[in-house]
């Protein structure tokens, strides 16, 4: 691990930064003077001008540690306007782990600062710090953290019942994490769903033939957004005059494809070991192409060697294992790793 302490990052809409004694008046103003935000916090209210500086000390003291981490969130615009705070409150080095807090003023609610500035300081946790997990926890009753925990990609892991008592009445406590493997799925599902592909309809397919196999198209799937569905081609794999297996590509760049991948095949097994999927993998190149995709994402299971050996012998990039999520359907049919291969279309 790298315990950099508290340095400035900047987001699309916000500065996060250290605190000084100029943020007091604002500090005060905007959140820590204001009972619901800091009852929702967990803290007790800081309303006067003494008490909201005397705050600040603390946490500017604090920032001698290098291991301490404790934002100030300004707007880009406003820099010396302190609308909420966020840090990892606590820090296990040992472990390489941390716990992120957050709370916002109440006029910058409803606004996504929060989510934008804890997506920001869990971005600075995993890729600068070098923490393993980061963890996150709110009461059941507050549901706008909630939100922000979900939109922030946190898995729920489980409630603590009774575990937290405001104001007298004892509350529940929900607990979220993600691991830095996971980290690493956000970032390249972000990339892979930023590539370019055009879907305006199913195109007129060419014939797909290399001269020992070809493909039939024997359905067009379209999009079941409810599902979560792209739209794809589903083809039979033929030789001669014969089935030898089936073969799917799917349009487009999704969260869910980043496990699940665009190609998907079988081949009956008195067909296997003729590299007739190698074959067919191949035959959709110019079907691809013509969505304007410029990679294809194939995987598979952990153990099956033979799915490996096809991307293998079409040269297809190894990325790495990825841990499945619990939403996802090979998740759900049992499997929990898979392979992901990218097969660049150029």
């Excluded at 007298?168 to 970032?187: A, I, K, T």
């Excluded at 969260?255 to 035959?283: F, K, M, T």
């Excluded at 619990?326 to 150029?346: C, P, Q, T, V």
Aim: aromatic share 14%.
């Amino acid at each position: 691990m790298n315990h950099t302490g508290t340095q400035t990052i900047t987001t699309d809409r916000l500065i996060l930064r250290r605190f000084t004694l100029a943020d007091a008046e604002s500090v005060r103003r905007n959140w820590a003077g204001d009972e619901q935000v800091q009852n929702d916090y967990g803290e007790p209210a800081y309303e006067t001008p003494k008490a909201a500086r005397e705050l600040l000390e603390r946490y500017i003291n604090a920032y001698e540690k290098s291991e301490i981490y404790r934002w100030g969130i300004f707007l880009k615009n406003e820099n010396d306007n302190c609308i909420g705070q966020a840090a990892f409150f606590i820090v296990d080095s040992k472990n390489e782990f941390c716990e992120i807090e957050y709370c916002i003023g109440r006029d910058y609610q409803n606004k996504g600062y929060t989510t934008e500035a804890v997506k920001a300081i869990k971005a600075y946790g995993f890729d600068t710090v070098g923490f393993n997990r980061i963890q996150v926890s709110c009461r059941h009753v507050n549901i706008p953290s909630k939100r922000v925990i979900e939109k922030c990609g946190f898995t729920y892991e489980g409630t603590l019942r009774r575990f937290f008592n405001h104001l007298g009445e004892f509350h529940d406590r929900l607990y979220y994490s993600m691991l830095s493997d996971e980290w690493v799925d956000q970032r390249e599902i972000t990339y892979y769903n930023s590539l370019p592909f055009e879907f305006d309809d199913f195109i007129e397919l060419p014939e797909l033939h290399d001269g020992t196999i070809y493909l039939v198209c024997t359905e067009k799937r379209p999009a079941m957004p409810e599902k979560k569905w792209v739209p794809g081609y589903h083809f039979a794999i033929c030789k001669g005059g014969e089935k030898a297996g089936y073969i799917d590509l799917r349009i487009g760049y999704t969260d869910g494809l980043y496990y699940g991948g665009h190609i998907g095949y079988g081949i009956d097994e008195n067909h296997r070991g003729n590299g007739y999927a190698v074959r067919a993998c191949r035959l959709l190149k110019p079907v691809a192409k013509a969505h304007k995709m410029t990679k294809l994402l194939i995987t598979n299971n952990i153990t099956n060697t033979a799915s490996q050996r096809v991307c293998e012998k079409l040269r297809a990039r190894f990325v790495r294992i990825v841990r499945l999520p619990e939403w996802h359907d090979l998740y759900k049919n049992g499997a929990r790793f898979a392979n992901i291969f990218e097969w660049s279309m150029e």
